[in-house]
């Protein structure tokens, strides 16, 4: 029986396997305040999920998103100031890539205003617990990763959905910084939001490109 196009082959279903037991690791470790776990945890999640996507005949772009998100969570891993700037810097050169992934193809206008609306919204609620040096870059960050998310559309649903989480685990990261309400384990859920995020560009990602595949292929059998 033939392997459908797309599906894991090889080495990506080992490395989709390890991406998801190390990402179940960190999660727990967050969960049960380990944070030994989490410091071991993170650095391989991105890099493994690179590795996957590598397997699976992924796009460079793809694979430059994620190891960008690799140095951003490294950078994160310190609590100095420098560090956190450095490792937006790595996220939003990741945002980069994936506009440049996602290309022109179209997206609803309507979900572009509602981001714009929401963008708007959110830098109004915290701008005024942000610290005065953090204001400028982290509004700088939120456009480009706003255009990311909405972009995200572009290479279907799951995308579409992976755009939003990391707007939303963002979200939460910013709210902290912000001094505003988090939710009860905060920390859970920016790494869950995440963690989904990235995987879901990954696999939309990866669908996108199977896709033209596939229809070369009806239209060689169709002539």
Avoid at 11 to 23: G, I
Avoid at 173 to 195: E, N, V
Wanted: aromatic share 8%; charged share 15%.
């Amino acid at each position: 029986m033939r392997r459908p196009a797309g599906a894991p082959r090889g080495a990506a279903r080992p490395l989709l396997v390890a991406f998801l037991a190390v990402a179940a690791l960190d999660l727990a470790g967050l969960l049960a305040g380990v944070s030994a776990a989490h410091l071991v945890a993170k650095p391989l999640l991105m890099p493994l999920l690179a590795a996957y996507a590598v397997a699976r005949g992924g796009p460079r772009l793809l694979v430059a998103a994620l190891l960008a998100g690799w140095g951003g969570d490294v950078l994160l891993l310190s609590g100095e100031d420098a560090a956190f700037l450095a490792g937006m810097a790595c996220f939003a050169a990741g945002h980069l890539c994936y506009l440049l992934l996602f290309g022109r193809a179209g997206v609803r206008a309507a979900a572009g205003l509602a981001y714009a609306a929401v963008l708007v919204a959110f830098v109004a609620f915290l701008w005024p617990g942000l610290p005065g040096e953090l204001r400028a870059p982290l509004t700088g960050y939120g456009l480009l990763l706003t255009a990311m998310a909405w972009r995200a559309g572009a290479l279907g649903p799951r995308a579409a959905l992976g755009g939003a989480l990391f707007l939303l685990s963002d979200g939460l990261i910013a709210a902290g910084i912000a001094d505003r309400a988090q939710p009860p384990a905060h920390d859970f859920w920016i790494m869950l939001t995440y963690l989904a995020a990235q995987y879901l560009l990954t696999e939309g990602a990866l669908a996108a490109r199977v896709r033209p595949a596939r229809a070369d292929r009806a239209a060689d059998v169709g002539n």
